[in-house]
């Protein structure tokens, strides 16, 4: 039998490092190993029921057809809702896509746009999938590190210096994974001025955390503060993390109808659309009542404060609280050199979260997979008597290192 050889965009990509530590998490609980499990990357509530109900009526209805490429009419009519009553931008129908999820609509948006060569601009620390999209679509990923001193956030000039003459677009998330860190209307018009002295770039804007945010009012998107670039953004959002809907498989976009028309005859032979019946929920989840959203938020700040404190509290960690999005990305550069009871040298994030499994049996991801050092990022999206659990085993396993 011939030997099955991947393609090469396979080859030159990894596996997502959140969805391997789930992985690696579920494998110890299956050989009975008690694990404090703070990877978490998703909603621990329940989908509402207002909206499973709405997803059990179009199974009733009949409502179990192939839709429209780009959806079905109420869905299309709650999604553009929702993105003019957040940007007080309106968009056509032409200029809407969906998806099986904002990862997939993310994905198609670089395959509908990149050519061998094309470089896309991601600050790091980022989410983990945006270089592997990237390099899997032939395209190169031009990592711009951000400091914890700049709150995680890009520069102007850090932009301005990255921008070559094959950057194809600036991927922006916020509130972001890992770091919750969130930009200021000041901050993006900033930014916004770069990119409209160079008009060949494009903006991706991840916005899937828009509705977790711990600020006043709400996080300002790039086509609000800096209208004059809407014809180059593609605003990416979804369902999955406001509404605890992450196994729905429902994300969109939303931006200029040239690129929407190439993402959607991609989708056309790829995906024709998402579920139906995930269709309908999302109607439900977008236009229905909004309580649940808020009220996971609060749940979301309290635990935000019990992490943040109790990772302070440990010598050689340190930590400031995140603006949105439910992650801490921990500061662990006071561990490093260290040595661990077995002898083991700590010599870099990596191995400190290694350690922290082995010793503590606290699961977290390790700063390198988000392409800045040395951190760790925890998830808060669990109960606050498990992060409680996790910060005293944390503290343990720092204190027995020497
Ligand atoms: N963007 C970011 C920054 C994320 O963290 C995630 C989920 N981990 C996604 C996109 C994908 O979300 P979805 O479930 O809509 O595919």
Not at 235 to 255: F, I
Not at 345 to 359: G, P
Request: proline share 5%.
């Amino acid at each position: 039998m011939s030997e099955f050889l991947p393609a090469s965009r396979v080859t030159r990509i990894k596996a997502s490092a959140s969805v391997a530590a789930a992985a690696r998490v579920r494998e110890l609980k299956a050989e009975g190993v008690q694990i404090i499990d703070l990877t978490v990357g998703e909603p621990d509530f329940d989908t509402p029921d207002h909206i499973k109900a709405a997803a059990i009526e179009a199974i009733n209805r009949g409502e179990t057809k192939y839709t429209s490429v780009t959806g079905t009419p109420e869905l299309q009519a709650a999604i553009l809702g929702k993105i003019e009553r957040d940007t007080s931008h309106s968009y056509g129908a032409n200029q809407l896509t969906i998806g099986g999820g904002a990862k997939q609509v993310l994905y198609v948006a670089l395959m509908a746009s990149l050519n061998a060569g094309d470089e896309v601009i991601v600050p790091a620390p980022y989410w983990v999938s945006y270089p592997d999209m990237v390099l899997a679509n032939d395209g190169t990923p031009v990592i711009v590190e951000t400091t914890e001193e700049e709150g995680f956030k890009l520069t102007p000039w850090a932009l301005a210096k990255a921008i070559t003459p094959k950057t194809k677009w600036l991927i922006l998330n916020a509130p972001s994974n890992p770091t919750g860190a969130v930009y200021s209307r000041e901050e993006l018009q900033a930014i916004g001025a770069v990119l409209e002295e160079n008009p060949h770039v494009f903006i991706l804007t991840d916005e899937i955390y828009d509705e977790v945010y711990f600020g006043q009012g709400r996080v300002t998107s790039l086509v609000t503060a800096a209208p004059a670039l809407k014809d180059r953004i593609l605003l990416v959002n979804g369902v999955s993390k406001a509404y605890a809907m992450t196994g729905w498989r429902l994300g969109y976009g939303v931006g200029p109808a040239p690129l929407i028309a190439a993402m959607n005859k991609l989708q056309s032979q790829t995906s024709s659309c998402p579920s139906s019946i995930s269709q309908a929920a999302a109607v439900a989840a977008l236009n229905g009542d909004q309580s649940f959203v808020r009220d996971s938020v609060e749940v979301y700040r309290k635990r935000r404060d019990a992490a943040v404190e109790g990772l302070n509290a440990i010598n050689g960690l340190s930590v400031s609280p995140a603006e949105g999005a439910f992650y801490a990305y921990v500061n662990c550069a006071g561990v490093i050199g260290k040595t661990a009871p077995d002898g083991r040298v700590i010599a870099n994030d990596q191995d400190f979260t290694l350690y922290l499994l082995d010793a503590a049996r606290v699961a977290v991801i390790q700063g390198s997979a988000y392409g800045l050092g040395p951190y760790f990022r925890i998830s808060f999206a669990t109960s606050l008597e498990t992060i409680n659990a996790g910060v005293d085993s944390i503290r343990d396993a720092v204190n027995a290192l020497n």
